[in-house]
């Protein structure tokens, strides 16, 4: 495998179920970051973890709850989500956001489309 | 309300001819400005950036020009090819915060 990977590729879930999205990546970097991408909109980041710390978390509802156990490996969990929650989910890694005087480069997995019914 | 903002949602441009797409920004704080490309089913994909003390950046057939008292920046596809098909993104990051915001896209399409 190389470069970041995501799992499941699609998702049907019903308001009351709890499942949980994966990411890992195979490119030694040390940040990760959760995006959602609803239609013709634009990318909203929702969290980023940094050297395994969470950094950001940008007013997201605790439905969504990330875990970083490791630099490589990066889950969002999710449960009692809503219709409007449905969206594509994606995983980006970069080097480290503490080193580049500008933003890194972020490299992208394929997303998780989710629909919640 | 959108800081970074991509007025077209999409464009159709002949093969062989020049694709520009349009990106405009409001926080006079960004300093740095990335294009990415992204093909239906997977992720998108680093395709060149500038930082604000330039006006321009070449890589091969891709050209970024910055305009930064208009605020505006535009990437120039020459010529274009029909795998450039795909939705581009532009994104900005400001020195204080490297949060990248992201514009809503521009679905480009190659005509043959």
């Known amino acids: 495998e190389t470069g970041v990977t995501q799992t499941p590729r699609h998702l049907v879930m019903g308001m009351t179920n709890k499942k949980s999205l994966k990411c890992e990546q195979h490119?030694?970097?040390?940040?990760m970051y959760w995006y959602k991408q609803s239609a013709k909109k634009p990318l909203e980041l929702m969290f980023v973890?940094?050297?395994?710390?969470?950094?950001e978390n940008n007013s997201v509802p605790s439905r969504f709850s990330p875990e970083c156990p490791n630099s490589s490996h990066l889950f969002l969990h999710l449960h009692t989500l809503q219709p409007e929650d449905s969206a594509l989910y994606l995983c980006?890694?970069?080097?480290?956001?503490?080193?580049?005087?500008?933003?890194?480069?972020?490299?992208f997995g394929p997303g998780t489309r989710l629909t919640v019914l | 309300d959108q800081q970074v903002k991509q007025n077209s949602p999409s464009l159709s441009v002949q093969e062989g001819r020049i694709s520009i797409l349009n990106c405009d920004y409001t926080?006079?704080?960004?300093?740095?400005f990335l294009w990415y490309k992204k093909y239906p089913a997977e992720g998108p994909t680093f395709l060149i950036s500038?930082?604000?003390i330039k006006d321009k950046n070449e890589d091969g057939r891709f050209t970024v020009f910055l305009n930064k008292s208009a605020k505006h920046l535009s990437l120039h596809i020459v010529p274009s090819q029909p795998g450039d098909s795909a939705v581009y993104f532009c994104?900005?990051?400001?020195?204080?915060?490297?949060?990248?915001?992201w514009g809503a896209g521009t679905k480009l399409i190659i005509k043959p």
């Open positions: 973890y940094n050297f395994k710390e969470q950094t």
């Open positions: 500038i930082s604000s």
């Open positions: 980006a890694s970069s080097q480290d956001r503490r080193q580049s005087i500008y933003a890194d480069t972020q490299y």
């Open positions: 994104a900005a990051s400001a020195d204080s915060n490297y949060q990248l915001i």
């Open positions: 926080n006079s704080m960004f300093d740095y």
């Open positions: 490119l030694g970097h040390n940040a």
